[in-house]
């Protein structure tokens, strides 16, 4: 009997320890899986990082000829413009949207692109110049920097001309498609044409505004329309937008204001989750296209969204404000070439002004926090667009060199953010100091006649 009992204890060891070893070679078995898709992910799918160091060397700045292997296929479709493309064959996403060209801080084609925030695939440019010629350009991929930390981000990727013996004027009206550098001849999936950013002469006067993505089906028409009226009394000849969604009403109206030649508007489509993989619809790319958009007909650009007016204290428009403010430094070379405006929130919460001479928004709030934000802290600006590289939402982040930005007083001119609620939810901001301010009165009866007038047109193209 003693003899089966230690018979069958043996076995059971025998089977724990068989068990025990299974499950010990299977999660060396699933960490080895683990392990090997990490790399593979990460390794460039060449022999040796030499190798792929050498092929991308192989291919910056080449010009192809016909040789077996070099020359990838035509583009499948004309360029585009103004589209969010895909560029394919990257680890991680990769979306282009424009292409602008560069002359002052490098020889490049800049192009509007959205991508990993960190770590983003390298990537190679491929050139069709209008003489026939087909290059291949080195790329930097660069990070526009106000990206919150997200995933992705806007970004720059510059198309790099050096060593090419190509000006960047001669790249006008090209085509550029974005590769991943592992794969450069591999079928264009997305194409851009180059536009132009030569300032054209007589633009030094004309002033142009910038707003951010309109989304979540955006649909205060009737203050838009006085938002617009407003920023053309104070000069503003053209309007830069961008729809990712709107609702029928606003884009009846935008389309009255498109067909008089008052607004581009540009479709947003970005397929990146926004606010939880990138900023905002991707708005940072949004303000970059549009600087560099504008750059060639723009002489001074507003960055501002549609909830926001900048009044000038003195002056009747913003142009007649900006043009003083340079003027007032000599010698003119030392004028900045951009103005940040300090914000004041205008609660529409707090009480009509029993005073207003229209039943406009600006006419009818007047309430505002009494002291106004420091600079840089919301504040909004305008800009030459030739003397500015990156825009930001507050701020700009980088100048061209010798260029300049400083604040205005705000006894020359405020923003007024005509903010629907509290920024932070609830209603305690309305009990922060404030005081009345009727700056807006100033053109509130032209202003009505213009929101009358453009009503009566509306009314009859757009239903209600």
Known sequence: MRW??????????????????????????????????????????????RRYIESLQGWEGRTDNGGEGAEPPPPAHAPLDAVWQPVAGTRFRFYVYSAYV????????RVIAATKTRGADPVVCRLWLPDNRTLTLKARVKPIRENWNLKYSATYVLCLLRDTGVKPQDTVGAAVSIAAAVSPNRAPTNLLTVLDTEPKSGIEETLHVCVKPFHFSYSRDEWLMEWFELNRLLGASHFYMYNESLSAPVACLLEHYRKQGLVTLLPWKLPIVSKIEIRTEGQFAAFNDCLYRSMSSAGW????????????????????????LRAAYNPPSKAPSAFLFRNAFFYLRWEDDAEAPAPLVTARKTRRWAAPHALKNRSKYALRPRDAVELGNHFLWELAPGASSVGVPTER?????????????????????????????RWAEELKQRVSAEKEAISKICPA
């Open 301 to 324: 650009l507003l960055v501002i969204d549609v909830d926001e007016v900048v009044l000038p204290r003195r002056e009747r428009s913003l142009v007649a404000l900006l043009t003083a």
């Open 102 to 109: 560069e002359r002052r801080t490098v020889a490049a084609i």
């Open 4 to 49: 089966r009992a230690r018979a069958a204890s043996s076995r059971a060891k025998e089977r724990a320890n068989i068990s025990f070893f299974i499950f010990i070679m299977f999660f060396a078995v699933f960490g080895v899986i683990v392990l090997t898709e990490l790399l593979l992910l990460e390794r460039p799918p060449t022999n040796s990082p």
């Open 413 to 441: 001119a405020l923003l007024h953010h005509y903010r629907i609620a509290c920024e932070y939810g609830g209603m305690q901001c309305l009990t922060v100091p404030s005081t009345v301010d009727r700056t807006a009165h």
